[in-house]
């Protein structure tokens, strides 16, 4: 038996329908001497998680409670994915390891080898670096004031690998950040995927990307992946996101800046809407389309706008 630090795999989410479930086994099989929970956001109460299953429930109440502010836009947990480690390290402190993974992630791994490299090269963070220029990422202003621009850096984390040490480390950060953020000497709240891989780097521990150990080639925010598509992955390989049907069609519909191009007959985008029966995708596409078509009519109107007024000031000089 291959000597192994001990880890906990957080198998996060919202909710639990037939995918998920999937999901959750289909992880279950990659993990050897780790131990597997189901760390569950149920801020709605709405969720229930078979009673077989090691389950860590939380909501977002509960981080108030710990001292974390309610930082960030939009969606809490979206925002911070970083609260539910430091909810579940509360109770499970005694880990070398942590490794947070999305439910939409999916991989063909060997986990016990993964981590057992990991700790060989003595990381204490894992995740996938993002490229591109940063200052063109939505959250670039989420870290105006807290950091200089030479240390921004944005990674993901749909699957994060934590020591014990650099959670530790991201909790106290973290609160001492929320002090600062309620007594309003921080104007900012920076987003997880920024917060995360800085805080480790000014720290001095060790950061490794996820591709020196398995191949990420496939892993990104989107496009989406259909989960029967999957079904063979590369050794090796971890892939994101991979959906069902329903959540398939929604994020593909999503991400389309331009849906109309769905009636061009060449495009991949009406290609991958086109293999479902129209009644699963016709609705979203219908409202897609609405709002878009709303957005190219207000840049319109915008146009004539502007050129009505440059055409009275140009008349007005005239004279």
Known sequence: MVDVPRYAVLFRTHTWDSFVERQFFRLQSLIGQGDLFVVVNNTSGKTRIPDTLRVVEFQESDFAKMGLADGGEGNLMWYNVDYALYFFMNIYNDYDYYVLFEYDVRGNVNFDELIKKVHDNRSDLVGVTASGAFNKWWFFRSCVGVYEEKELVKTFLQIGIFSRRAVSLLLRRRLEMSEQFRAGMLKNWPHC?????????????????????????????????????????????????????????????????????????????????????????????????KKRARLLFSLLGEKIFSYRIGRIRKIREEF
């Not at 800085?198 to 259909?226: Q, T, W």
């Not at 929604?250 to 495009?267: D, Q, V, W």
């Not at 290609?271 to 897609?288: D, E, T």
Request: hydrophobic letters at 35%; proline letters at 7%; zero cysteines.
């Open 193 to 289: 995927e920024a917060f995360i891989p800085i805080e480790i780097r000014k720290a001095g521990y060790r950061f490794s990307d996820l591709s020196s150990y398995v191949n990420v080639n496939r892993y990104s925010h989107e496009p989406a992946y259909l989960e029967e598509d999957t079904d063979f992955l590369e050794e090796n390989e971890i892939m994101h996101p991979v959906l069902d049907t329903k959540r398939y069609i929604l994020s593909t519909i999503r991400y389309e800046g331009r849906p109309e191009k769905f009636f061009i007959p060449s495009s991949s985008f009406g290609k991958k809407l086109r293999r479902f029966p129209i009644s699963s995708y016709g609705v979203p596409l219908f409202h897609a389309l």
